[in-house]
């Protein structure tokens, strides 16, 4: 049986429904959608699109993501049907912070689904961030002073394109071009229009249907090292002296 197999069954089961039952909601036969559950069928575009929608899991999470292993309830649901894997928490119920390093960048484009994967990150919390989904991510490039190469940005995650706002800074993530930190210029009808802050750079559009992802602007958790001796004890620069030594040893670690 394949994963997509498995995981529609567990979700019937979940749901506490006869294959009968999914089988009229789908508008095809019981004997069918048995196919489709044992594995002896491979479910085409259009049913798939109906499964996800009965669901209400994406197509990405039921081929690709073993369900019984995550909470689904506990999802973060976005448009179109998508859901984010759920952020990690510690004993105490505070938010983890996953950071996205410069070596597991590149495979974050076809991780950020897996639960597997998302654990595998290293981790920070920030309490004083509040209530939300936060990541950190790797700046690229010289394109948004005073933010450096390597730096780490610290965001919050947006569920819809509408929340952003013009003038503020935002990660992307997209199908074609990866991770990229850009300020929102305009916020036009299913297309954002991005900008550096360096002005050498030229300003782009991204269409709605080609973002998977992004994340607001919140901190810079940066990657120098800073002088002891000009950090006072108990400030917030010494805080953030603190995690960044913990991402560094986190990095060493993996």
Request: aromatic residues 8%; proline residues 4%.
């Amino acid at each position: 049986m394949s994963l997509f197999s498995d995981n529609i069954r567990s979700l019937r089961l979940k749901k506490k429904v006869s294959q009968e039952k999914v089988a009229t909601s789908l508008l095809i036969t019981r004997g069918r959608y048995a196919k489709y559950e044992d594995g002896t069928s491979e479910a085409p575009y259009e049913i798939l699109k109906k499964i996800s929608k009965y669901y209400q899991v994406s197509i990405d999470i039921l081929l690709c993501v073993d369900v019984r292993k995550v909470k689904i309830d506990e999802l973060v649901k976005l448009e179109n049907n998508k859901l984010l894997l759920p952020v990690i928490v510690n004993n105490e119920g505070e938010n983890f912070i996953e950071i996205v390093t410069q070596k597991a960048k590149a495979g974050y484009m076809n991780g950020y689904s897996d639960p597997e994967y998302i654990e595998s990150l290293p981790r920070i919390s920030l309490p004083f961030l509040g209530p939300g989904l936060h990541r950190g991510f790797p700046v690229e490039g010289d394109s948004m002073p005073p933010h450096e190469d390597g730096d780490i940005i610290v965001a919050k995650y947006i569920e819809r394109l509408d929340e952003a706002v013009v003038g503020r800074t935002y990660i992307i993530i997209t199908k074609n071009d990866g991770i990229a930190y850009k300020r929102l210029n305009k916020n036009k009808k299913n297309v954002l229009v991005l900008e550096s802050d360096e002005s050498f750079y030229t300003t782009y559009e991204v269409r709605a249907s080609e973002i998977e992802q992004i994340w607001e602007f919140k901190c810079n958790l940066g990657k120098k090292d800073t002088k002891r001796a000009n950090i006072i004890p108990g400030s917030v620069e010494e805080m953030f002296m603190e995690l960044k030594n913990d991402i560094r040893r986190l990095e060493r670690k993996r």
